[in-house]
């Protein structure tokens, strides 16, 4: 189950978003600075993320981003598609393997499987808000 850098730094970004008041609008570049993601690379995916319509974004002078709806309605899962797309939320094998089920089972599935599931399990329920709130605790 692996995801890309990009969805690393889209979830980073909305968690940003999240912490921030949601009335303000934050700069790219002040998110891309604090987590010392490139710029231009940030920007790239937060126009993704706009056009998946989990974020707001305003051009200008003035202008910046804000998370489109409540933390508490975005789910992991949601960014993750947005950035590597709908078959990222199918569970495939955490190794790579092309072929890896209970009837099919790579040589880690017995060990890893049920790690896996619930890796899976945990990005398509957990929402923003949750992922939020458990960092702040730590």
């Known amino acids: 189950m692996y995801y890309s850098k990009s969805a690393k730094y889209a979830i980073q970004a909305m968690i940003y978003l999240a912490e921030s008041n949601q009335e303000d609008l934050i ?24 056009k ?5 974004t305003t051009r200008g002078r003035n202008g910046g981003i804000q998370l489109s709806k409540s933390a ?17 939320g199918c569970e495939r094998c955490g190794f790579g393997f092309d072929a890896c089920s209970d009837d099919e ?14 890796a899976h399990s945990f990005i398509k329920t957990e929402s923003l808000a949750e992922l939020l709130a458990e960092s702040l605790q730590e």
Do not use: Q
Request: net charge neutral.
């Open 27 to 50: 700069m790219v570049s002040e998110i891309a600075e604090a987590y010392k993601i490139p710029k231009s690379f940030l920007s790239k995916i937060t126009r993704t993320l706009g």
């Open 52 to 56: 998946h319509n989990l974020l707001k």
């Open 72 to 88: 508490d309605d975005i789910k992991l899962i949601h960014i993750v598609e947005a950035i590597d797309g709908p078959e990222a």
């Open 105 to 118: 089972p790579c040589p880690f599935h017995h060990k890893w499987g049920h790690i896996i599931k619930d």
